[in-house]
C-alpha cells in the first residue's frame, strides 16, 4: 500500500521536577541546600530511513510522546534524562507544521532528503533547577525548586515525495508502466486501459558505468493542476525529480487523441501546477513506433519538439523550458530505442547532478532555521484586554514559568514575579492600560496587579 502524506501528533517528554533539599548529616548542623535537578524529557525525533518506502506506519497511530524526565533528590542527585523517540519515515519526506482546529498547514520544518538525515519536531522539557541554584548573597536558604518544563507538542504533517532522478510523466495509457518495465527491473501493474497506474512506481536504470532511478508517474489529465482525477497526488512527486521524460502516445490510444495536442496538455499542465516545472530540463520521448500509420504523427511532434528547443532557447516564457531538441522514438512493446533513450537520460541525470554537487558547495547553510524561528516565536508574548479590569497574558515561555511554578511555596512565586517582570510583562500590562487592582490570568492561575511604584512585587495571586 502506498501513503504518501499522514498527520500525527507529536509530544516530547515533560521535564523532571528539581529537588528542594539541604544537607543534613552529622557534625553539619547548617548544611546548605542540595537539591538536584530534574531530568530534561526526551524529544519526539524524525530520522529518513532508506529502507522505508511509505508511511504506512502511521496511517492507524497518530499520537507519539518521547519519555519524560525524572525528578531531582537530594545530596545533588540529578534525575534522569527521558529517552529520546525517533521516528523513521522514508527519504524524501517534507515535514511541515499541522494546526488540528484550523486544518491548515503551516511553516516548513524539514525535507529529509538523504539516508539517516534527521529532525527534533517535539524538544523535551527542561528539567526543574533545585534550590542549589537559586542561592544568592541575600537568599542564603532557599526553600523552593522549580517543577519541570512542560514539553513541546503539536500536529505535523508529513508528506512523502518519491526521489527520482527522472520521471516519466504523460496522458494515462501513454505506455510510461511498459517502458520503465523495459529500462529497469521494476515490474509494474500493465494493462490495455487509462489509470491502471494508480500509484508512482520506482526502477533504477543502468546504462553502461552510470545508473538512474526513474520514477512512473500515474496519468494526468487536463485540469490535474487544479486537483482533476488525481492530479494533486501526483503532481507532487515531481518536484523533486531533476529530469522529466515527457512520453507521449502516438496512436492516441482508444479514444483517437492527437498526439501533439496530448503534448501541449502535458507541458500547460506542469507549468500551471509550479513554475520551477516549467523551467525543468526534459526529454520527449514517442511511443508505441511499432503501430503502422504513426510515421506523419511523430514527425509533426519532432518538428514542435525542435521548435520548442529552439525558443526556450531564445528565453520564449511560453516554451516549455529547456527541451532536447531530439524525439526519442521508441516502442515500449518490442524494446526498439530503449537502449538509446537511457543512454540518453543517464548522461543528462549524470550532468545535473554535477551541477547539483556545485551548487550545493556554494550554498550557504543557514543551519536549523525553523529550530530558530520556533525559539523567536517561544520568546514572544501578547496582553489582551477582557474587559471590566482584566487582562489576559499568552505566550510559550510566560505560560510555562507559571506551570513551573510550585504555587504552594511563597519563595517560589515571588521568584516568578521577578522572572516575569525582568521578561518585560509588568511594562506591558501597563502599556495595556493595567492599573493597580485589575485582574491578570495566566494559564489557569489569576494575579491582581499592583505596579512597581506601589509595591516592590507587582503581582500578587488570587485566591481562585
Known sequence: MFIDKVRIHVKGGDGGAGCMSFRREAHVPKGGPDGGDGGHGGNVVLEADASLSSLIEYRFKHHFKAERGTHGKGSRMHGATGEDL??????GTVVREYFEDTRETGELIADLTHDGERVVVAEGGTGGRGNIHFVTSTRRAPAFAELGEPAQEGWIELEMKLMADAALVGMPSAGKSSLIAKMSAARPKI????FTTLVPNLGVARSGDLSFV???????IEGAHEGRGLGHEFLRHIERTALIVHVVDLTGDWEGRDPLS???IINRELALYADELAARPRIVVANKTDVAGTEEACERLAKRVREDSVAAADGDEFAPSPVDPKLYRVSALTGEGVDGLKAAIARKVNELREAAREAA???VQYGQVWEHRRAERDKRFSVTPLGGGVFRVTGPQVERMVVQTDWENEEAIAFLQHRLKRLGVEAALERAGAVDGDEIRIVGRAFEFESARTSEDAFRELDL
Open 86 to 91: 525517533v521516528l523513521k519515515v522514508p527519504v
Open 191 to 194: 494493462a490495455d486501459y487509462p
Open 214 to 220: 526513474v520514477a512512473d508517474i500515474p496519468g494526468l
Open 262 to 264: 496530448d503534448y501541449e
Open 361 to 363: 558547495a556554494t550554498e
